[in-house]
């Protein structure tokens, strides 16, 4: 499974491809950050972060990507930017067909980490090793979006059978398959 994370931001919009399944070792891709300038107009931010997600997506060809989940923050400006930041990445993998999967910040912490209240230093430290990589990378959005991916690689085995579970008990009696060793 190849997945892009991306951690969103106006100024800085993490990125990261990893390789690989759950219960094995992953492979790190690709990793860099989509950077926009603080004093531009937001339609020029936005156009560039896209521009910047699409070029990741043609240069890596992710089965899936994976974004973080805009959660409550006490700055409005800053939860707007994130929030927009995050449609566009959403908006580029949906127009090529590409799954999304939204992680919130904590299911990612403890995905990576094993605490869903680990600093950024903790969340470095381990992509760092999970990777088996020279150093952290740099700024913390670049880890933050390999985090996100490593976090779907693991989980999304165990989602998908959830979700298919779900499907099939409320699916219609007569649209159930039969259980098995029985015949209608």
């Given at each position: 499974?190849?997945?892009?994370?991306?951690?969103?931001?106006?100024?800085?919009?993490?990125?990261?491809?990893?390789?690989?399944?759950?219960?094995?070792?992953?492979?790190?891709?690709g990793v860099g950050v989509v950077r926009t300038a603080a004093d531009a107009e937001l339609g020029s931010r936005l156009v560039a972060i896209e521009a910047g997600i699409e070029r990741w997506l043609d240069e890596?060809?992710?089965?899936?990507?994976?974004?973080?989940?805009?959660?409550?923050q006490h700055n409005v400006r800053t939860v707007m930017g994130t929030a927009q930041a995050s449609a566009i990445a959403m908006l580029c993998a949906s127009r090529r067909g590409i799954p999304v999967a939204l992680h919130t910040p904590s299911e990612v912490k403890a995905a990576v980490t094993g605490s869903g209240r680990a600093d950024k230093a903790q969340v470095g430290a381990m992509v760092t090793r999970l990777l088996r990589l020279d150093a952290p990378p740099r700024p913390a959005d670049a880890a933050d979006a390999l985090a996100l991916a490593i976090c779907h690689i693991w989980r999304a085995p165990a989602q998908n059978r959830l979700q298919r579970a779900v499907a099939l008990h409320t699916a219609p009696k007569a649209a159930r398959p039969a259980p098995k060793g029985r015949t209608a």
């Open positions: 499974m190849r997945v892009l994370g991306v951690d969103p931001g106006l100024t800085r919009c993490g990125v990261g491809v990893v390789e690989g399944v759950a219960g094995r070792p992953l492979t790190m891709l890596h060809r992710p089965e899936y990507v994976a974004v973080e989940r805009v959660f409550s």
